[in-house]
Each structure stands twice: as structure tokens, then as C-alpha cells.
């Protein structure tokens, strides 16, 4: 990837940085792990242990006086993030930090005021960008036809009101959707509705929306926490050709379909001179060369991505400017339930 190994230092040592994040870190030769922290001083020793890491805390302001990094992963609750990345920012850090930008738009643009002011920059953990599968089927989408149309699905089954306490599941989870059809459509919604439920919960469990961006392209995003289980998929359309992208059926699969057009008008199989379509396939594993889930799944990558920057400068896919347009069209898609 690159030459310069980077000190880095992870803060938060729960479950998303002891499954996805320091596993990867981990295999990346570039990166240089040393110190972790945490409120709780066995969780960090444990990780510490695992991963050999050297400086072990309790108080990430303990850290930055006595560790030279030159940037930090903040991996705590969504509603804890906005306060870790301000004051790494303060201490002239460079932060990754999970999704959520933040639980608000106006947390996200604090953070995006106070990056430019300081000189550092923040990427965000929005993962399924940087999915190798996500990333193949995307440029060849883009090669094959103009795109007109995306979707998106994310539905679970799950107590939304307990899991998602402090914040809407549709802010602090559903974002993962959200950003990822506004990536695909490259553009940001002018006309958008929302129709939700509350299904056996307190509060809403389920939105189905569309929208209409500025581009032109037109999308639509489902989500569900009471339904039969994981079900996680995009799909992206055009007159040439349309992606089906599979991150989860039941499980964790990864993989995706192109079905190109035959260039004939097709309106029912029952037609005459109906013809076998071409369908080109693709593995996510095969195409992320590994079996791993933070590997395939888009973890690593982020994670690569970020000390890429570190090391050569070069800009992170997610920037905390770009997660804040993200936060935003959640925004608007809530603030336009009808």
C-alpha cells in the first residue's frame, strides 16, 4: 500500500473495534498500533494483550499527552462520537471515527467546521463503499449504461427502542443505506417522502422512501426491524444493464448479478421470441481474495484507506463533509414523513 509506518491509536475497545477494526489494523504493515483506550481499563488491557499494543488508558487526554500519534481511530457508542472526534480534533489529531457522523446533521457539520479549522481531517466508518464487491459492480455499472435509478434495503429483526436508546435506528443504523444510494446516485435528493411504522415497538421500526435527486436519478430505500432476520441489498438501474448487489440474506453474503439487456423490449415471459438474457456474476470474497468478514465486508478497506491518508496524503473516500450530506438526506427523509 505504502512505505511510512504511521502511529495510531484506538479509542474504544468494544465489540466493533475487537471484530472488525483491530483485526484489520492489525494486518496492515503500515500501520503501528500504539495505544488503546478505554473507559474500562480491562477491556482495553485485554485488547491490548491480543493485539500486543503497548500503551494502555483509561483517559484518551492521558494519551494524547503521552503517545505521539499521528492519528486515532474512535470506535465508542454513536452518541459518544461527536465528543472523542471534537477533542482529538483539539489536540491536532487526525480522526477516523465509526458511523455515525455524529446523531445529528449539526453534530456532523461541528465536526466538518472544526476539521477546518484545525487542519486535520476526519474520515467516517461508512463502510459499504469501500466493499470490494460494492466498488467492482459500481464501475462497471458506470461503463455499461447511465444510471437511473437506485434502491436500497436494509431490514433486520430487532427492538429498535432498546438497541437505539439515545437515537432513531434510522439515524444511527439505516445510515449505512442511506449513504450508500446517495453515493450510487452521486447526487443529493430534491423531493423526498417517507411513509413509517411502528410494528410490535414503542417507536418507529420501519420507513419505505422515495426520492427523487438532483440529478435526475430517482431511488427508493426500505428498512424493516420486524421481519424474518438480515436482509441487506442495493440495486442500481439503467437502460443497458441492472446490478443486483447481495450484502446479506439470513447472513453475511456477499455477492451481486449484472443482468444485461438483450436490446430487445421484454414484457412478459409468456412472449414470443422471448431470449436468454447475459448475466455476469460476482463474488465478494473472491473478488476481496478472503474469507474473513472485516475483509470482504469493507472494513479493512476503510481502515487501509485512512492510514493511506496518514501515510501519503491521499483523500479518504468518506470525509466527515461527505458523511454530513449523509446525515442530511437522513434528515430530510424523516422530516418528510407523510
Not at 105 to 123: D, F, I, M, N, P
Amino acid at each position: 500500500m505504502c512505505n511510512k509506518k504511521v502511529n495510531i491509536a484506538v479509542i474504544g475497545a468494544g465489540g466493533i473495534a475487537n471484530n472488525v477494526h483491530l483485526p484489520s489494523l492489525a494486518e496492515i504493515e503500515e500501520a503501528n498500533i500504539v495505544a488503546v483506550c478505554d473507559l474500562r481499563e480491562e477491556k482495553a488491557q485485554r485488547a491490548a494483550e491480543k493485539y500486543s499494543i503497548p500503551g494502555v488508558y483509561t483517559s484518551m487526554y492521558k494519551m494524547f499527552e503521552k503517545e505521539t500519534l499521528d492519528g486515532v481511530f474512535v470506535l465508542v457508542e454513536p452518541d459518544r462520537l461527536h465528543r472523542a472526534a471534537y477533542d482529538c480534533l483539539n489536540a491536532g489529531l487526525n480522526v477516523f471515527m465509526e458511523k455515525p457522523a455524529g446523531i445529528t446533521s449539526y453534530q456532523a457539520r461541528s465536526l466538518a467546521r472544526k476539521a477546518q479549522q484545525t487542519g486535520k481531517t476526519v474520515a467516517v466508518g461508512m463502510n459499504r463503499r469501500h466493499i470490494p464487491l460494492v466498488q467492482k459492480v459500481f464501475q462497471r455499472m458506470q461503463e455499461v449504461t447511465t444510471i437511473t435509478q437506485v434502491d436500497g434495503v436494509f431490514m433486520k429483526h430487532g427492538d429498535v427502542a432498546d438497541s437505539w436508546h439515545y437515537a432513531s435506528a434510522f439515524v444511527c443504523d439505516i445510515v449505512h443505506a442511506t449513504d450508500l444510494v446517495r453515493y450510487f446516485a452521486g447526487s443529493f435528493p430534491k423531493k423526498a417522502a417517507t411513509i413509517a411504522a411502528k410494528n410490535n415497538s414503542s417507536v418507529d421500526n420501519a420507513w419505505s422512501s422515495v426520492m427523487a435527486f438532483e440529478n435526475g436519478i430517482t431511488g427508493t430505500l426500505r428498512s424493516n426491524y420486524q421481519i424474518g432476520g438480515r436482509v441487506h441489498s442495493f440495486e442500481i438501474h439503467g437502460p443497458n444493464a441492472s446490478a443486483f448487489i447481495n450484502l446479506g440474506f439470513g447472513g453475511n453474503e456477499c455477492d451481486a448479478r449484472i443482468l444485461y439487456s438483450s436490446g430487445k423490449n421484454i414484457y412478459s415471459l409468456a412472449a414470443a421470441g422471448v431470449s436468454k438474457q447475459p448475466i455476469e456474476y460476482f463474488d465478494g470474497k473472491q473478488i476481496a481474495g478472503s474469507d474473513s468478514f472485516y475483509s470482504y465486508y469493507g472494513y479493512k478497506q476503510e481502515d487501509m484507506d485512512f492510514i493511506r491518508f496518514l501515510s501519503t496524503g491521499q483523500k479518504p473516500l468518506c470525509t466527515i463533509e461527505d458523511a454530513a450530506e449523509s446525515m442530511e438526506m437522513t434528515e430530510m427523509l424523516l422530516n418528510n414523513i407523510i
